[in-house]
């Protein structure tokens, strides 16, 4: 018997996961990761065992129509680019999680692994925990839910809006799900069906409870832990990296995630228009950042990859896609953040990261142009600036500590049931 973390998605779906790994694994529990190939060797780093899905990211994103534009431009553009994706690699990832998992496991699963922990349940007996890793329990309570109508209030608006989002996300996150429970002769799940599901599975809300606060009206059997960060080293940077941050005043950090659209001959307009030095994290899956990773003559630098724990502390601000995760590190490291949202949860955090006073109002990605980013850019850096640092209590709140110690408490007590 062992734990199983479900991590089929881009690097924000498998760090925190990675940290949630590395914990349970010091408390003596066997861990298994299911991953794509991309991400194998941070498994691997962590000292934990990888289940890898024989896929690249970038080449399954690729395969995509419309690559990584099919996700970048609207919400709606965002399900259905998610969704073909997914379809795309569904073959792959349920060989890797048939093999991985055994009858009794404990599987943790993200939003987009879901419905397979749940098919695994049915079929293998398994127990499953759900990470959250965005606030998508139906709630009145404006400020801990993705979807409020009236974000700043309490009404049942809010929890009909809930209900509707998880409704038109069942398409999309049972997609692979489908696949599997095909392989398993299991009936499909329908859109109700999920939602019933997310609401009455066991849950860990992986997020800080100051930016999504716990609401009264979530199930009992979810517990708010914190964001899942590591609190091991930093990181090395590359060489290129290092060099360039210290060869002058700390530059902007621009990204939009590992999946997302990067622009970076806008990025860097931008940044001139602005008079800013920026580094631009540009990952392989981007289909615009078509500049090769380097250094630009006007004081750009373009990297494919980099440490965020060893980059954003040392950056006068940080500009990304609003993701959970990057939005953890952000916070983490005490930047002015500003956020260019697509869909997903990346409205949300870009709001909660506005309405903390942590950085401006969110942008849509859509609208984004290079005035509007460089205005962005002087607004995080200007001498008028006031933004809260939350770095103290984001670094106290030891997430994946006491998500691990909950996971051994549930292991603990099903096997007692049994």
Same mark, same amino acid.
């Given at each position: 018997?062992?734990?199983?973390?479900?991590?089929?998605?881009?690097?924000?779906?498998?760090?925190?996961?990675?940290?949630?790994?590395?914990?349970?694994?010091?408390?003596?529990?066997?861990?298994?990761?299911?991953?794509?190939?991309?991400?194998?060797?941070?498994?691997?780093?962590?000292?934990?065992?990888?289940?890898?899905?024989?896929?690249?990211?970038?080449?399954?994103?690729?395969?995509?129509?419309?690559?990584?534009?099919?996700?970048?431009?609207?919400?709606?553009?965002?399900?259905?680019?998610?969704?073909?994706?997914?379809?795309?690699?569904?073959?792959?990832?349920?060989?890797?999680?048939?093999?991985?998992?055994?009858?009794?496991?404990?599987?943790?699963?993200?939003?987009?692994?879901?419905?397979?922990?749940?098919?695994?349940?049915?079929?293998?007996?398994?127990?499953?925990?759900?990470?959250?890793?965005?606030?998508?329990?139906?709630?009145?309570?404006?400020?801990?839910?993705?979807?409020?109508?009236?974000?700043?209030?309490?009404?049942?608006?809010?929890?009909?809006?809930?209900?509707?989002?998880?409704?038109?996300?069942?398409?999309?996150?049972?997609?692979?799900?489908?696949?599997?429970?095909?392989?398993?002769?299991?009936?499909?799940?329908?859109?109700?069906?999920?939602?019933?599901?997310?609401?009455?599975?066991?849950?860990?809300?992986?997020?800080?409870?100051?930016?999504?606060?716990?609401?009264?009206?979530?199930?009992?059997?979810?517990?708010?832990? #914190?964001?899942? +960060?590591?609190?091991?080293? @930093? %990181?090395? *940077?590359?060489? $290129?990296? &290092? /060099?360039?941050?210290?060869?002058?005043?700390?530059?902007?950090?621009?990204?939009?995630?590992?999946?997302?659209?990067?622009?970076?001959?806008?990025?860097?307009?931008?940044?001139?228009?602005?008079?800013?030095?920026?580094?631009?994290?540009?990952?392989?899956?981007?289909?615009?950042?078509?500049?090769?990773?380097?250094?630009?003559?006007?004081?750009?630098?373009?990297?494919?990859?980099?440490?965020?724990?060893?980059?954003?502390?040392?950056?006068?601000?940080?500009?990304?896609?609003?993701?959970?995760?990057?939005?953890?590190?952000?916070?983490?490291?005490?930047?002015?953040?500003?956020?260019?949202?697509?869909?997903?949860?990346?409205?949300?955090? #870009?709001?909660? +990261?506005?309405?903390?006073? @942590? %950085?401006? *109002?969110?942008? $849509?990605? &859509? /609208?984004?142009?290079?005035?509007?980013?460089?205005?962005?850019?002087?607004?995080?850096?200007?001498?008028?600036?006031?933004?809260?640092?939350?770095?103290?209590?984001?670094?106290?709140?030891?997430?994946?500590?006491?998500?691990?110690?909950?996971?051994?408490?549930?292991?603990?007590?099903?096997?007692?049931?049994?």
């Amino acid at each position: 018997m062992k734990v199983v973390l479900l991590a089929v998605g881009s690097r924000g779906d498998v760090t925190p996961m990675v940290a949630l790994g590395r914990e349970l694994s010091g408390r003596g529990v066997p861990v298994t990761v299911v991953t794509l190939a991309d991400y194998a060797a941070l498994v691997s780093a962590a000292g934990l065992r990888p289940a890898t899905v024989a896929v690249s990211m970038a080449e399954s994103v690729a395969a995509v129509p419309g690559g990584t534009t099919a996700v970048s431009r609207s919400m709606l553009a965002y399900i259905r680019g998610v969704s073909r994706w997914l379809a795309g690699i569904a073959p792959a990832v349920a060989d890797t999680t048939l093999a991985a998992v055994e009858p009794g496991d404990l599987i943790v699963a993200g939003l987009l692994s879901f419905d397979d922990a749940a098919a695994l349940a049915e079929a293998r007996g398994c127990r499953v925990l759900n990470a959250l890793f965005a606030p998508l329990l139906p709630t009145a309570h404006g400020p801990s839910t993705l979807a409020a109508v009236r974000p700043r209030s309490t009404t049942r608006l809010n929890t009909w809006a809930g209900s509707l989002a998880l409704t038109v996300t069942a398409g999309m996150a049972t997609t692979t799900g489908r696949h599997l429970r095909d392989r398993l002769g299991l009936r499909h799940t329908s859109a109700r069906g999920f939602v019933d599901l997310v609401r009455r599975t066991p849950a860990l809300a992986a997020m800080s409870p100051l930016v999504v606060p716990p609401a009264p009206d979530w199930p009992e059997t979810a517990l708010s832990t #914190g964001f899942w +960060v590591e609190t091991g080293p @930093a %990181g090395e *940077p590359d060489p $290129r990296l &290092r /060099d360039f941050v210290a060869a002058g005043p700390a530059p902007m950090c621009v990204g939009f995630g590992s999946v997302g659209d990067t622009d970076v001959d806008l990025v860097t307009a931008a940044a001139r228009r602005a008079g800013q030095r920026v580094v631009v994290v540009a990952p392989e899956a981007s289909a615009s950042a078509t500049a090769e990773p380097g250094l630009d003559p006007a004081g750009a630098l373009v990297v494919r990859a980099a440490p965020f724990r060893w980059l954003f502390p040392r950056s006068a601000a940080v500009i990304h896609h609003g993701g959970a995760g990057t939005t953890a590190e952000s916070l983490l490291a005490g930047r002015p953040t500003g956020v260019v949202a697509t869909g997903a949860d990346q409205p949300y955090f #870009g709001r909660r +990261v506005a309405e903390l006073g @942590a %950085g401006p *109002p969110p942008l $849509r990605r &859509r /609208d984004l142009t290079v005035d509007r980013l460089a205005k962005l850019m002087s607004a995080l850096t200007g001498p008028n600036r006031s933004f809260r640092s939350y770095a103290g209590e984001i670094a106290a709140e030891r997430g994946a500590a006491i998500a691990a110690d909950h996971v051994v408490a549930h292991l603990r007590r099903t096997t007692a049931l049994e």
